[in-house]
């Protein structure tokens, strides 16, 4: 079973550019082809409009999936809310060539949203306001053979300044650095409070079963070391309980070599944001792990650059599994 994520970077069909779909098809399905996935985990699947009234679809990602094995895949995918139609921007899509038997989101669920009054807003509200996550997580259970593979696609919120009332002169201009110190401070509580969240979702598997076969992937917007992935992995060092170790998630790209370990150029730095952790019985099969960056652009310095939309600034990471191993070599005998 071969298993990757990718975040298709604002995948869309605009009206002011119809050419602009058909370009980055051209990059992007042959990316996906390489891929040869059985289970892909999509990010920033954007939604277009079926008629002045009709619910969105996801119209541009049927095209990008034409004459590819995918079109065929049994697919999840997260809507506005709870059997609504899907989000204008930014839903997550869940493909596989296992049934998929159950899937939901979890946006609150588990955690409710925290309160906070604004410091530095203006006017400054009087009473506390919930600080709501952007998205919800996707949990989609497959029967794979037999087996039961519980597989939790997200997208946690990008380490950028959220809005506060009365600070922002422009999009990306602040008034003041306090103002943006605080909407700084809010996407981080979001982007842990997703984290979280995802985290006490695992918790519940391994409660039904401790020997559940998970996989959490997705965009983290975080490295290993930041406290999302801290997280979601908890490990053994974290906890400080050796007998929670059964419980902690393991990072895959931890097998990739160091100077190959990117998802995403940055201002010159490349980084992991990117992640496929599972559950250590899943480890048990894990044959190899790629990241598909060769050609990736810096988002920073490409930004502006019209080759730079033909595909997305990130890069798919995928992982290969074998189940039921048979030994290559006769068992090692005491003689």
């Given at each position: 079973m071969r298993i990757a994520t990718f975040n298709l970077e604002n995948l869309d069909d605009p009206a002011d550019d119809p050419a602009l779909l058909g370009r980055r098809i051209a990059v992007l399905r042959p990316q996906l082809q390489r891929l040869e996935a059985d289970v892909l985990c999509l990010q920033e699947v954007n939604a277009q409009p079926s008629g002045h009234h009709g619910p969105r679809r996801l119209a541009a990602l049927d095209r990008l999936l034409e004459d590819t094995a995918y079109a065929g895949f049994h697919r999840a995918a997260s809507a506005r809310e709870?059997?609504?139609?899907?989000?204008?921007?930014?839903?997550?899509?869940?493909?596989?060539?296992?049934?998929?038997?159950?899937?939901?989101?979890?946006r609150h669920d588990l955690v409710s949203a925290p309160s906070y009054r604004m410091a530095t807003a203006e006017p400054r509200p009087e009473q506390p306001q919930p600080v709501e996550w952007d998205r919800p997580l996707l949990l989609a259970e497959l029967d794979v053979e037999g087996r039961r593979i519980h597989i939790l696609n997200l997208h946690l919120r990008a380490p950028l300044a959220g809005f506060v009332p009365g600070q922002k002169l422009a999009p990306f201009r602040w008034r003041t650095v306090g103002g943006w110190a605080e909407g700084f401070f809010l996407a981080t509580v979001?982007?842990?409070?997703?984290?979280?969240?995802?985290?006490?979702?695992?918790?519940?598997?391994?409660?039904?079963?401790?020997?559940?076969?998970?996989?959490?992937?997705?965009?983290?917007?975080?490295?290993?070391?930041?406290?999302?992935?801290?997280?979601?992995?908890?490990?053994?060092?974290?906890?400080?309980?050796?007998?929670?170790?059964?419980?902690?998630?393991?990072?895959?790209?931890s097998s990739v070599p160091a100077d190959r370990r990117f998802s995403v150029r940055h201002a010159g730095r490349a980084v992991m944001l990117d992640h496929l952790l599972v559950s250590r019985r899943l480890v048990a099969g894990l044959r190899f792990v790629a990241i598909h960056n060769e050609h990736l652009a810096d988002e920073v310095f490409a930004a502006a650059e019209e080759t730079a939309r033909g595909g997305s600034f990130h890069a798919p990471v995928v992982a290969d599994f074998a189940f039921d191993l048979r030994p290559s070599r006769p068992p090692f005998t005491a003689d």
């Open positions: 709870p059997g609504g139609g899907p989000a204008d921007v930014h839903n997550l899509v869940t493909l596989s060539r296992y049934p998929i038997v159950a899937h939901r989101q979890i979001k982007r842990a409070g997703q984290a979280f969240e995802a985290r006490l979702l695992v918790e519940r598997l391994f409660d039904d079963d401790p020997d559940a076969m998970i996989v959490v992937a997705g965009d983290c917007n975080a490295g290993e070391t930041e406290m999302p992935l801290r997280i979601l992995l908890a490990e053994a060092a974290d906890t400080g309980n050796a007998a929670l170790a059964v419980r902690s998630l393991v990072s895959l790209e």
